[in-house]
Structures are given as C-alpha cells and as structure tokens.
C-alpha cells in the first residue's frame, strides 16, 4: 500500500528562481521529493506547456521533469521555464508519460531503470507537486515501467515490460499464478495504478498455457515459454478494450558492439494481447494475434529485421463507429492494421513499410525499414492522420547512421478507415515496399521529414498536441491535430539510441505534411528545437540531459 504526501511545501527565491518542494512517503518507506525551479518566464497569462521527461548525462545530477513554454507566439516560445528534480534517487532513467493528457488528469512518468513511477498534479501549471510514488515492491510481479493510458476515473493502466521481482511463481491481484524468470525477463503483466500511486491490480499478460517456445524464447527458459513482454498501450474504455503489443525480453537484448547473436529474433516479439477491461481490476486476455513478415524479409542480412520483429508501439481508432487498431514493428520497420480489434482472432495485414517513406528522401536501396528502430505511433483523434516516429538504424545492430536516419512521417489513413471490415490494403509484394501499397485503401503518405543526425539517432518519441487557443486566449481539446512534438532520445547504450538530445516541434499542413516549427527555438543557440545539451538549467549548472517523453499540457485557469 503506498504512503502519503505531505504538505509541508516550502518556497524560497534567489530573486531569479522560485523553488518549491513536495513531498511523497511510499510503502517503501522512501520519502521521495519534486523540486519546482521557476524562472521569471513562467509567470503572466495562462499558457500551453510542453512536459519533457528529462535525466541526465552526469550520473551524480538529479533526474526532472522539464516545462516548456509552447505558446506560439509567445515572447518565451521555446523557454524551459521551469525544471522539477527528483530526489532522493538518482539514475531512474526517465522513460515514457502517458500518451495524451486530459483536464484534472494527473500525470504518470515512469523511471524504467528504478522499477518506479512517480505521480504528479499538475493543476497548478507550470508548477507541479508530487502526488504519489508506486515503488518496486508494489508490482511484485513486474519489473521496468514502460507506457500509461489514464482512465475517465483518472486512474491509469501501466505496461510493465519485464518479469518479477524475483524468480519463481508470482500470484496476481485476482489469485492467478504466473512463473517468471525474474527482473527484466518474462513474462510481464499490465497493472492499474491509483492517482495516489497505489497499485490497484497487478493484471497477468502472459496465458495460462504455453506458447510457441520456438518464437517466445526466454532466458532463463520458463516451464511455459511465453512472449508476455508489453510495451506499447492502447485504451477504448466505450469498448472495454485494452490492447498491448509485445517488445522483447529485454536482458536478453546483446548489449551496444555485439552482433544480433544467431537466432536472436527468438525475443524479437511478433504477439498483440487484447484485454477485456469491463471490470476494471480484473482484465481478462481475450485473444493474443500474431504479425507477420512481408516481402522484404527475405532480402535482410538478419531475421531480427523482417518486418514483424519485436512490436513497439500500437494505437487504435478513435470513432464509437470504428474498432481499427494499428502496431508498428522497431526492429521491422512496417506498421499493420486490424479492422476488428475486438473480433475473437484479431488479423493483422501490413499497410505501410518504413522504406517507402525514406524513398522520399534517399534513393539508396540499401536503405530500408528493416532494422531502422521505428518508434512512437499515434492516430489523431479525428481519425485522420496516424503518426509515426523513425530513430534511424543504430550501428551496433544494422546499417551505420551514415547510411540512414531518423525521421518522422505521417499518414492519410481515411480511406483505409472508411474500408470498415472490407480491407484490401496489403503490403505483400517487393514494389509495394518502396511505393507504397497499391490497393486503393491504402494509407496515403502525407509527408515526411528527415531528421539528419549521423552521429546518435534521431527521434523516438512524440506527442499531439490536442488543444486549440481560442481569440480570447482560452484552450479547449481538439480532435484536429495542428502539431505535435518529437524527443530524439531513447536509452543511452541501447539501440544505439544515445539521439542527439533535441526536442522538436512539428506543425501540419491542410494536407497533413508535416514541417518543421523553426520558431519552436533554442534559447541558449537560437536554433530551432529545444536542445538539451547545456550547461546550465534553472536548478543549475548540471550540464547535458536528454528528454525521452514528452507530453502537451495546459494551465487549469485557461483550459474549459
């Protein structure tokens, strides 16, 4: 059970920052700590933040919480105007928020390293206060938090991508038992957290029989082999539905410098797991569907590149009329589709191959999706446009950076949409790969943009921006995305995914090509995107830090 917070906040003021601290005691018995530093630039009218879930390159410096001033127009457009440090821990390794943020929501960041989530009220914006701490021991069953979907309640479901605690059999909230192979293995389960940062119910992932031990390979091997390893989330609470795509064994992942070790795509996971969420604490597994490799396949240096391996990220539709899903692939580089999530055997078709999009800008063949680290994916609320982040191939694991880089695109997915049940679009020959699909309910490609960085990677995560400004200054969510942000960060040493430590803001076209917000601008370089290679930060001299979630909120006083 997890403690409580304290109100005993003090502020204090150097004539420049304002400092504010907050406090939370977990069942740990830890008591953690958020630090508010506001600079000056964050005072006056209400205005739209963006959140940037930030730690360091200096190992000794605090992890935190970055809010960024994202009014367009804005005198401070671009301004970190406040950093919120945590304490006492260090080294959490600040991983993913949830995907979208809604008024009264409380905010949920996951530490992926420290096995934490830390919980934060943000009604006070751009100052925010620590509300609750879920701690290692309150998901016995599950390690490394990964992805959030906050429920009307305003409580939250979390992935939790790797195995428990301890090696051995783990009995779940509902009284099922489940054997793991321990921290960071397998299998991983789904937990709901309170907005105090209670666990409500550890939720198992894995099925109760075996699956195919020659696809769900884990180390060490279980008695019932599973690929249970979620990451990605998506939530239709009209439907009850809860759908979570399968990463890989994450320990099992060879470290930056080694090759894919033969048979490595073994715990490159090819599974979506879909829940029925009617009764909130107790989600049962409907179905677990399967992807499968396309065309381009065969012509990879390694299997671990086909274009199914190890499914990041999922998103579903969004009309009480629609019941689409999509998953995309990051070591296949391909994003599919499912008309019928909620069907009892969910089928899945490949509709867009990562290849076609860089064939906008490179006419090296040598350049394809397979392996190219595709990452965060999103359809627009309207149902128009899905989203879609590339960090590039990482030089350990594929083609060096010289040869390949991130990028970001985006999708026309109406007529695919508007398909129903009827789909036709399939990716299933070699032409399609490069062009796109041919039937003529494919997605259409509305844009692309290269993000060069041959050095480190390029973008991994993102968020829509789902609010519109009205003539009086005043916010209300929007279904029509204008623009969303990207973070070119996704785990020093893993995947070679060090990224360039930017934060870029992107706007849309009528057509939906996207374009780079070039006053969206650094305030130290003056360059556009946030960067955050620097020296100095509001709660000092720190030096560099890289931003790996990023999130839009908006002020309580100016949001209807």
Known sequence: MTGAGQADDERTTDGRVTTSTSRFTASDGITYTATNHLTKAAGGAGREWLLAWSGPDDPSAPDFLAVIDATPGSRHYGEVVNTVTMGPGKGNEPHHMQY????????????????????????????????????????????????????????????MLGGPNVAGPCTYTNGEVREGNGAAGSPGEIVRIGT??????????????AEDPEQCANSPVISKATCANPHGLALREDLDILVASDFTESRSVPPPGEPLPEGGEKVARQSVRVFDI????DPKLLSVSKVHDGPRAAQEDHPAFGESRVLMETAMTNGHHQRGAFVSSMSGGAVFYTP???????????????????????????????GDNSSWLAVSPDDRYLFHTV??????????????????????????????????CSV?????????????????????????DTTDGGPHWGAMD??????????????????????????AGSFGGGGD????????????????????????????????NRQSWPHGSYGNARAHGVLFVVSDKVLR
């Open 100 to 159: 979208t943020w809604h008024k009264g929501d409380r905010l949920y960041a996951s530490g992926i390293m420290s096995d934490t989530t830390f919980v934060f009220d943000t009604s006070a914006l751009p100052a925010i206060r620590l509300s609750g701490v879920n701690a290692p021991t309150d998901t016995p069953c599950g390690t490394l938090p990964d992805a959030y979907q906050v429920l009307g309640d305003g409580t939250a479901y979390a992935t």
């Open 196 to 209: 105090d940062g209670r666990t409500i119910a550890e939720i198992p992932a894995a099925n109760k029989e």
């Open 278 to 281: 009617s009764d909130r604490d």
């Open 340 to 370: 019928d999530i909620t069907a009892p055997k969910p089928q899945w078709r490949e509709v867009f191959d990562d290849t076609t999009a860089y064939r906008t800008f490179t006419s090296d063949e040598s350049v394809t999706g397979g």
């Open 391 to 424: 960090m590039g191939q990482s030089t350990p694991y594929g083609t060096p950076l010289d040869k390949t880089t991130g990028m970001v695109y985006v999708l026309d997915i109406r007529k695919l949409l508007k398909a129903g049940t009827k789909v036709r």
């Open 428 to 452: 299933d020959e070699l032409r399609e790969v490069t062009a796109g699909g041919a039937e003529k309910d494919c997605p259409e490609l509305a844009g692309a943009v290269p993000i060069r």
């Open 466 to 491: 789902n609010f519109a400004r009205d003539a009086q200054g005043r916010y209300r969510e929007t279904k029509s995305v204008k623009r969303f942000a990207t973070s070119n960060y996704f785990i």
């Open 501 to 532: 430590h930017r934060v870029c803001m992107f706007t849309l076209a009528e057509n939906g090509k996207p374009e780079l917000d070039r006053t969206f601008r650094d305030e130290v370089t003056r360059q556009p995107c946030v960067n955050l």
